[in-house]
């Protein structure tokens, strides 16, 4: 168990420490893209997915609400 959680916590290290290498130089997508004005566009499509998640969870929810109900009558 030891073994497992020393060998998870190395590569989450490793892995933040590939972020900072990263983050030192500049995002030259996210500039162009905010150059050409379409960074609307990516913020508009993830806006409309995550609606999209909670509006199905809701309404799951729902249903599953309803189907508890009937169960325990």
């Known amino acids: 168990m030891k073994k497992i959680l020393s060998l ?3 590569l989450l290290i490793s892995v933040s420490l590939f972020a900072q290498e990263n983050a030192s130089n500049e995002i030259d997508m996210a500039d162009k ?3 050409d004005g379409r960074i609307y566009v990516v913020v508009a499509v993830v ?3 995550f609606t999209g998640i909670i509006v199905y969870l809701v309404n799951l929810d729902s249903k599953i609400s ?3 109900k009937q169960i325990k009558k």
């Open 33 to 35: 893209l905010y150059e």
């Open 47 to 49: 806006a409309t997915i």
């Open 8 to 10: 998870i916590t190395f």
């Open 66 to 68: 309803k189907l508890e």
